[in-house]
């Protein structure tokens, strides 16, 4: 018998002989099991913040002392000590039985357990709070995004138009339609993609820049999932840089001030440059903004909160002991393997530092690769193809802010994008020698009445590969509040504010965000090796499964997945 057929089950009898002669016994479903997770209360993916925050002066600004996001210091960074050492080499035996384990709380967990949901499915979340980067928080009534602030307007019919539906966004959102507003030499212009602000020698190439964006979104729209039929057209743009695409079809090269725009949506959207990523993922990006965005309260940690909301129905309040059976805060998920009966067991870290391990009968690894490729035992011996193409995937960090406004804001606008005096960065070093916040949103867009303040969110992408270690450093917090200071000061006065009107500064890194959508991670087979089940057992639903930072990636492989799951587990 080789490994593999005694790790599917052909050693089953005694394996579970095993157990209960160690007076093991697992859980039956009803049975109240002591998780060891945080309260339901403070892992909701909102957080509420006082009127008036504890703050310290930065260059007379007030901050938040600390970041919000990854909460970790560098010597707590997941998977950076062996978290799956055990005593005696093995993980605890399994306590209990579910039908699905779900590995990450973010967007993309959430919504596979909303289509899992008749299975009751235990969903593992290793920060404090659910909801991953799509978390929020509520201040002066007002809720704000710590990361992912909206989606693309769903086309009718759809997939996405029907769970949207179901978690109630078309009755909340407001819809930002107008053209991508740009800031220029401290001005805003509405209308710098039809030339406002270039010189006459640029205008041609403003207006076949023009032309090819609206080619491809009413007319050459990369689908990515890829959809049925022939891809290869979107095989072959994969295979080129955005850039190169760019150019080729405008005919010509692109005027150092249309460049720097371009960058600077790249470097906001992808944490990357246009050079680096993929036409096909940038494409799927950039051209689909021509149909509108929807902007729910406090972004899309509205979707996060609602689908908690939805699975929270499960929990049982009147068993004080289950809190957290289904939804488990700050248990970290450390060890995934193959067990008997074609079982998998899962061993997780909970809020009290102890290991606990369960079996289940799927699995779904919803959290990035980044970290499956620790968590996954024996996926090098088992399946090297896909622990290569976790290896494949890089990632860039992010610092988003939350700018607490203390007099109500008149500004109609959604976005902003900042190019100062048209020099911007155009690559990695450039980038790393001059970090700047790239755009400013009206982080009360989709407020649903007047408020005496305001929020403003401030995109900071660090489209350098040794960022995470900046904000990891001992002086981390120092360093990007100092930096922060300065800019923000220039950025108030562009919206009319002045540092006087500012409540609170409250910064939030996530230090291995965004997956960069290099090309010819689809074409190259890469995309589809980090898709595929591992052993019909476990699954991953995930936006870096395309390596695109896009909600609805997440979404729409949830779709593709859960059915997968479901009926395996009716067989």
Known sequence: MDRRTFLQGGMSAAALGVLARQGIALSSKGDCVDTGAATLASARPFKHIPLHPKSVMVDGIPFARWFDGDFFGNEEMPFHTCENCFDGGKPPSPTEEVDVAIVGGGISGLSTAYLLREFKPVVFELRPRFGGAAQGEVWAGTRYSLGSAYVITPDPGTFLEQIYSELNL????????????????GEVLDGFWRGEGSSPQDAAAFAAYAAVVQQMANVDYPDIPLPDGDVQWILDLDQKSLKQDIEEKMGMPAPPLLAAAIQSYCYSSFVGGWDEISAAGGWNFL????????????????????????????????????????????????DVRLAPRKRVQVTYRDARGMHRSLLAKRVVMACPKMLCKYIIHDIDVIDPPKLQAMHDLTYQAYVMVNVLINKPFKKEFYDIFLLRDGHFPMSPDQAADNPLVIDVLNGGFARANDSETTVLTLYWPLPFTTARFTLIAEDAWE?????????????????????????????????????????????????????????????????????????ENCLLDAEIFAPQVAAGLRK
Request: hydrophobic residues 40%; proline residues 6%.
């Open 287 to 334: 051209a689909a903004e021509e149909f509108g965005r929807w902007v729910a309260p406090g972004g899309n940690a509205y979707m996060a909160q609602q689908l908690w909301n939805k699975l929270l129905v499960h929990e049982d309040p009147q068993r004080s002991g289950c809190s957290g059976e289904f939804l488990r805060g700050q248990c970290a998920v450390v």
């Open 479 to 551: 360093n990007y509040a100092a930096s922060l200071a300065g800019q923000l000061k220039q950025i108030l006065g562009i919206v009319g504010l002045t540092p006087s009107d500012v409540r609170q500064v409250r910064m939030t890194r996530w230090g291995h965000a965004v997956p960069l959508h290099r090309p010819n991670l689809i074409a190259g087979g890469v995309v589809e090796n980090l898709r595929r089940p591992y052993e019909d057992l476990v699954y991953f639903v995930n936006q870096d499964n395309w390596a695109l930072p896009a909600i």
């Open 170 to 185: 078309p009755q909340v959102v407001e819809v930002d339609q107008g053209e991508m507003m740009m800031e220029l030499g």
